[in-house]
T-cell receptor, first 111, second 115 residues
Framework: GEDVEQSLFLSVREGDSSVINCTYT??????LYWYKQEPGAGLQLLTYIFSNMDMKQDQRLTVLLNKKDKHLSLRIADTQTGDSAIYFCAEIKGSSYKLIFGSGTRLLVRP | SQTIHQWPATLVQPVGSPLSLECTVE??????LYWYRQAAGRGLQLLFY??????ISSEVPQNLSASRPQDRQFILSSKKLLLSDSGFYLC??????????????FGPGTRLTVL
């Protein structure tokens, strides 16, 4: 995942907001994704944003996209202990079949 | 509905032994299939992907190989495992033109420990 970068770890208190950041490199990416991985499990698509959007809101999740800086963020409002997981951002390179994943951010929610 | 299965769930193998991990998808036709490896504390590394039976693209040179003997079956193999092959192996599928372009659906994973 050298093309997509994320911070490795984030710790927040239950009820606070969490913001997970990601930078990507391919300005032609059409979709950008956030996946969630719970301990010992596979990944599940959490949300996504199309490249012509700046923001997308989905219940407690808000995705912000800054195409100029190639910066993507995921905000989780009212973070719960069940949100503790690893969060991966990913981009599609052009018209390829391949997703390029970041290294993942481990979110720890403290009670 | 579509489901994806991987087995075994966990595997402990000695160095130099062979490997065969299997992934099957149900409820869809002609999926794109992917093998990823997740090393401890690291991100996902795409190992192989396949857009059809017998069509395999390798992303990273290594001692692993992949095969797709049937439309919805993807196998990851090795003739001789190395210590560095330890990790969490994830299989995924997608279809072009799906609800979200190239949304990938992941299996539960196989945790491989090479001793």
């Amino acid at each position: 995942g050298e093309d997509v970068e994320q911070s490795l770890f984030l710790s927040v208190r239950e009820g606070d907001s969490s913001v997970i950041n990601c930078t990507y490199t391919d300005s032609s990416s059409t979709y950008l994704y956030w996946y969630k991985q719970e301990p010992g499990a596979g990944l599940q698509l959490l949300t996504y944003i199309f490249s012509n959007m700046d923001m997308k809101q989905d219940q407690r999740l808000t995705v912000l996209l800054n195409k100029k800086d190639k910066h993507l963020s995921l905000r989780i409002a009212d973070t719960q202990t069940g949100d503790s997981a690893i969060y991966f951002c990913a981009e599609i390179k052009g018209s390829s079949y391949k997703l390029i994943f970041g290294s993942g951010t481990r979110l720890l929610v403290r009670p | 509905s579509q489901t994806i299965h991987q087995w075994p769930a966990t595997l402990v193998q000695p160095v130099g032994s062979p490997l065969s991990l299997e992934c099957t998808v149900e409820g869809t036709s002609n999926p794109n299939l992917y093998w990823y490896r997740q090393a401890a504390g690291r991100g996902l590394q795409l190992l192989f992907y396949s857009v059809g039976i017998g069509q395999i693209s390798s992303e990273v040179p290594q001692n692993l190989s992949a095969s797709r003997p049937q439309d919805r079956q993807f196998i990851l193999s090795s003739k001789k495992l190395l210590l560095s092959d330890s990790g969490f192996y994830l299989c995924a599928w997608s279809v072009l033109g799906g609800r979200i372009n190239n949304e990938q659906f992941f299996g539960p994973g196989t945790r491989l420990t090479v001793l």
